[in-house]
């Protein structure tokens, strides 16, 4: 696929949206209800154009995409969207992707799984164009369970009766699910205290012994157990995937031939980028978790080692079926329509990012 390439990018780091997401994100999910389709009829596979195969001249993406925009500019992969206006704004994660998608303040976001679930059961339209996830992922798993001081939890089958940490909407607590299905129990087994996992929370409510056990993600693993291991706390492997990653946009973005072109292009530059973060270990640890997250060179390090290897399949026939599976164990726990994750999927994007990640490892190697 080629793409026009005539002026340098636009640039932009939005941090902050405000005056487009004064809504409430609650106003906005309870405006909409619980059906999937509340927003409108949704834009069938069928009549979505096949992709251009150039850029028209001047058109503008926002995108939430933070990681990637510092990976862009370490590797002066940001000029090979020469042509290409990015805007991008400084947030990701489903609550703000999706608020941002209603205030039409962005084209495409970086989050879970989960999301895009949400987001059409509130009769928002979106669709995945780009998907990642980690090779051997239950030994490299994003989340660990978080065990209270003097919880004493060893299995998952010793959580019957404890208070467990749950948001439900977002990754964390469709993984609490998941880890009570594993161990055979239900929701009416154990105690769950929904709290939001924003920054810290779960780990101060595991310190407090609000709850009993709550998933911690990234660095606050590490941590927790730096902070709290000496009065008792540990954490628990739960043996699951819980490794995946998307971009995906509102579906009326992607019917704009433009946008779908320009966005096109972004995720196979984006396969590159992953690409070239996973070879650039170090550079990645200095110019990302360093200067612009602020962590020690300790926690970048923990978290680059965490991660291991990216996997960004050409085909995403594995995925989705791991994603109706999930979206079956919610539909039925939350009390939610039945969804076909096939629907939630830009087929005309499946190739572009694992071709594109694919194709930088050789030439790297070359």
Known sequence: MSFAASSPPSFTRRRALGALLAIPAVGLLSACGGSATAGGERISQEA???????VPAGTTI?????????ALELSGLNKELAGINVEFANLSGGPQTTEAFRANALDVGSVADIPPIHATWTGLDVRIIAAVYRQDAVNHPIYELGIAPGAGIT????????????????????????????????????KLVELPSTGDAYASALSSKQVDAAPLGGVQIKRYLAKYKADGATTLR?????????LYSPAGVLADPAKAAALARYVEVWGKAQRWVEDHPEEWLEGYYVKDQGLSREDGQYLIEA???RDIPTSWAEAIERHQQTIDLLSREQKKPQLNAKDLYDTRFEPIGGTSFAAAATAGAA
């Open 48 to 54: 979505l154009a096949p992709l251009a195969a150039s």
């Open 62 to 70: 926002k995108v939430g995409d933070p990681s990637i925009r510092v």
């Open 155 to 190: 299995t998952l089958e010793e959580l019957r009766g404890r208070k467990v940490a749950y948001s439900p909407g977002q990754a964390q607590g469709a993984l609490v699910l998941r880890i009570l299905d594993k161990a055979g129990l239900k929701q009416e087994d154990v």
């Open 238 to 246: 739960h043996g699951l995937r819980d490794d995946p990653g998307h």
């Open 307 to 309: 991660a291991g290897k």
